[in-house]
Nanobody, 120 residues
Framework: QVQMQESGPGLVKPSQTLSLTCTVSGVSITTNDYYWNWIRRAPGKGLEWMGFISYTGTPYYSPSFRSRTAISRDTAKNHFTLQLNAVTPEDTAVYYC????????????WGQGTQVTVSS
């Protein structure tokens, strides 16, 4: 059974860098066909896709976040991370990690989400 769990600070100050980790169990993040995503939901808004890192380790970002986002991975720990620079209160959201299965063209596993608040 594949499980995904987000972790990181719940509170970040404006202008700082937000770092979140998604730990995956039950499957290797290097397994062919899987893309490992970060998605967020801000208060009162819909889901917003931020980017992914592929099973080969190649990241790809939404144009909305490309300038201040980095997604990386640690295959030894079987986790991947999100760094979002220069955060503002508008980055307050619940952040999710999710697995996209390319052969099925859909997301099949999500973490429970972690609340991040940007405030001084």
């Amino acid at each position: 059974q594949v499980q995904m769990q987000e972790s990181g600070p719940g509170l970040v100050k404006p202008s700082q860098t937000l770092s979140l980790t998604c730990t995956v169990s039950g499957v290797s993040i290097t397994t062919n066909d899987y893309y490992w995503n970060w998605i967020r939901r801000a208060p009162g808004k819909g889901l917003e896709w931020m980017g992914f890192i592929s099973y080969t380790g190649t990241p790809y970002y939404s144009p909305s976040f490309r300038s201040r986002t980095a997604i990386s991975r640690d295959t030894a720990k079987n986790h991947f991370t999100l760094q979002l620079n220069a955060v503002t209160p508008e980055d307050t959201a619940v952040y999710y990690c999710a697995r996209f299965v390319n052969s099925r063209k859909g997301y099949d596993t999500w973490g429970q989400g972690t609340q991040v608040t940007v405030s001084s």
